[in-house]
């Protein structure tokens, strides 16, 4: 049965009153998920979001959106992205692998892995070696295992050693200071495994991680590889889940042994109840910064566990250097990204989402021809402004694929609150917010 427009405005409204952080962050409202900086090019900036992705040319000062439906991904969100020096974007996204070579305006999904329907769930470049990818794939009860490019991803081999029709490989990790150790997360029918290689794939060895600590009641589940140290190869994190909590877990010998490192404040249990969005890692490995839905923590080696009090309501981060970019909430804080350069004690706002401008792509391609008839619609439900300007002209980056031909009969909901609903909620919102002085502590 479908609900009447004023119902479901009313459902909304009841939810917000009712303020639920959890509900808020990524089960309805717009926010950023993740964000990625072109390599050796910091003005461009690319950032995902529950609508799509935004992006921007010009070091943060102007942001464009790009529809969902112009990245071919539908409901699989990617949980991040890779930005080459050569301006290709790519993404795993747990259904393909997509590629944008044009910044964003065209996206297409690699053959490779679609037509063998595999099903792409981790994605690496080392920077040191940016033309050889590693991906890896968990489709269950299908032929997965990790696949690798040497041309920067216009081809693919698979690892002989990792193939399994019963193995589902979750991610996979290249140590920076020594790209010959590579680390896979898997879950097997033995339980979860992690794969270490020292040779950059030539041998494998195969480490159980039962993990009986955790294995009270239900069996633990979700293990994944999420960093390697920069200054060492044997240091690594991960997270595993189990009975409803998840776990960030650290191992100092090379992915033989891990324990978990996170400890929230007022909390007698040592995991986390909501979903670990993700972790960033400073550059001597002794301070890790982990991304909930709604909280953002600070964990430095020997030390206490700190909440941070910014973001709230949404996070993310990725480190640049001495600086880290952080998702936020424009709902709680009054920004949906931005900069600290004091490890998340105070923010520096890049920008909140009704800064968002319309795609600004050459016709023909599928996100200006496709989202930018969507604007209008999708505008409102982030504050911004729903007029359309003129189209300009756009200079295309040499070497920029042809455009697939234009296909009709997306969606143009994309899975968003109705836009007449979010018109009413706006002020609501707005009134939620802090003073803005406050959000830059």
């Keep these: 049965m479908r609900l009447p427009l004023s119902v479901l405005c009313w459902l909304v409204l009841a939810s917000l009153a009712l303020r639920a952080p959890p509900a808020l962050a990524h089960a309805g409202l717009p926010e950023t998920s993740n964000v990625t900086v072109r390599r050796g090019h910091p003005e461009d900036l690319f950032a995902g979001a529950t609508f799509g992705a935004v992006v921007s040319r010009d070091s943060g000062k102007t942001w464009r959106w790009i529809c969902p439906e112009s990245m071919l991904y539908g409901g699989w969100r990617p949980e991040s992205f890779l930005w080459q020096a050569n301006g290709d974007l790519l993404a795993a996204t747990g259904a393909s692998l997509i590629r944008s070579r044009d910044g964003g305006c065209t996206w297409q999904a690699h053959p490779f892995f679609s037509s063998n329907n595999l099903w792409p769930s981790g994605l690496e470049a080392p920077p040191s070696t940016p033309s050889r990818l590693w991906v890896t794939t968990a489709r269950a009860s299908s032929p997965n295992g990790l696949f690798r490019s040497d041309d920067g991803g216009e081809t693919f081999t698979a690892i002989d050693a990792l193939r399994s029709t019963t193995h589902v490989y979750s991610s996979v990790k290249v140590a920076p200071s020594d790209t010959r150790r590579i680390y896979v997360s898997a879950d097997t029918p033995q339980g979860l ?137 424009t709902w709680v804080h009054d920004w949906a990204l931005a900069r600290t350069r004091d490890e998340g004690d105070t923010f520096e706002p890049l920008f909140s989402l009704p800064h968002i401008l319309p795609p600004a792509c050459p016709a023909r391609t599928p996100t200006q021809d496709i989202c930018r008839p969507r604007w209008p619609q999708f505008a409102p439900s982030i504050g911004a402004d729903p007029t359309l300007p003129p189209e300009e002209p756009v200079t295309v980056e040499p070497g920029t694929p042809e455009p697939p031909p234009k296909k009709g009969g997306c969606s143009s909901a994309g899975g968003l609150v109705p836009a007449a609903c979010l018109l009413t909620l706006t002020p609501l919102l707005r009134s939620r917010r802090r003073d803005p002085e406050s959000s830059r502590r």
């Design 193 to 329: 495994r992690i794969f270490r290689s020292d040779d950059e794939g030539s041998t494998w060895e195969e480490i159980p991680h039962p993990f009986p600590e955790y294995s009270v009641d239900s069996r633990p589940y979700d293990l994944l590889v999420l960093r390697v140290a920069e200054n060492d190869p044997d240091h690594l994190w991960a997270r595993v889940t189990a009975q409803g909590w998840t776990y960030l877990l650290e191992s100092k010998d090379g992915g033989h042994s891990f324990q978990s490192i996170l400890h929230p404040p007022n909390q007698e249990h040592d995991g986390l109840d909501e979903y670990l969005v993700g972790i960033e890692v400073s550059a001597d490995g002794r301070t890790v910064w982990a991304a909930t839905y709604t909280r953002f923590f600070r964990i430095r080696e020997g030390g206490p566990t700190t909440l941070l009090s910014l973001p709230e309501g949404n996070a993310c981060a990725d480190r640049q250097g001495d600086t880290l970019l952080v998702c936020g909430s």
